[in-house]
């Protein structure tokens, strides 16, 4: 199976900051690594697919990139509608998540 | 636009089973995966299986074999998810999602409280 490993639980930043959340494979995923959004109120969305490629409808302040087993998600300008908890997803094997970014405001 | 509305929440008694519905539209029902989705209080997302509405194949997470049953009913465009022998382990909100381009849309989820 592959274990798929975000090592900062939880991070805090101020509004107009760049935040950069990681993200670990535990063998090569090939680029096939998705982003979601889970809101406070439990609403998820799915922000990156392919590693890459913004998904219908989110704002480009998000991107993605990585290879083999280290990706990121980075957010430019931290907005306030931001404060969310991050999750990434294999996709290479079968579905598994990382356990999560819970990204809060200084 | 596509939606997926899920039925609500449900309290049951352990050993029991329980069955959740996730109906879907705004688009063909049976030209993309269902999947199902587990999140316990203040934890992570864990992927339980995906059903393919068009022939109804399924694929399972090895630790939900025996636990859910995923089934479809293409007369309605609903996805079900059956939760069998209940214990508090199974107490969590549930989700499912269509899967495209990853898991492209979600349904509001449904919580599943397992007590006596």
């Known amino acids: 199976d592959i274990q798929m490993t975000q090592t900062t639980s939880s991070l805090s930043a101020s509004l107009g900051d760049r935040v950069t959340i990681s993200c670990r494979a535990s063998q090569d995923i090939s680029n096939y690594l998705n982003w979601y959004q889970q809101k406070p109120d439990g609403t998820v969305k799915l922000l990156i697919y392919?590693?890459?490629r913004l998904h219908s409808g989110v704002p480009s302040r998000f991107s993605g990139s990585g290879s083999g087993t280290d990706y990121s998600l980075t957010i430019s300008n931290l907005e306030q509608e931001d404060i969310a908890t991050y999750f990434c997803?294999?996709?290479?094997?079968?579905?598994?998540f990382g356990g999560g970014t819970k990204l809060e405001i200084k | 636009q596509v939606q997926l509305q899920q039925s609500g929440p449900e309290l049951v008694k352990p050993g029991a089973l329980v069955k959740i519905s996730c109906k879907a539209s705004g688009y063909t029902f049976t030209s993309y995966d269902i999947n199902w989705v587990k999140q316990r209080p203040g934890q992570g997302l864990e992927w339980i299986g995906w059903?393919?509405?068009?022939?109804?194949?399924?694929k399972y997470n090895e630790k939900f074999k025996g636990k859910a049953t995923l089934t479809a009913d293409k007369s309605s465009s609903t996805a079900y998810m059956q939760l069998s022998s209940l214990t508090s382990e199974n107490s969590a909100v549930y989700f499912c999602?269509?899967?495209?381009?990853?898991?492209?849309?979600w349904g509001q989820g449904t919580t599943l409280t397992v007590s006596s």
């Open positions: 999602a269509r899967s495209s381009t990853g898991f492209d849309y």
């Open positions: 059903i393919y509405p068009g022939d109804g194949s399924t």
């Open positions: 997803q294999q996709g290479n094997t079968l579905w598994t």
């Open positions: 392919y590693t890459s």
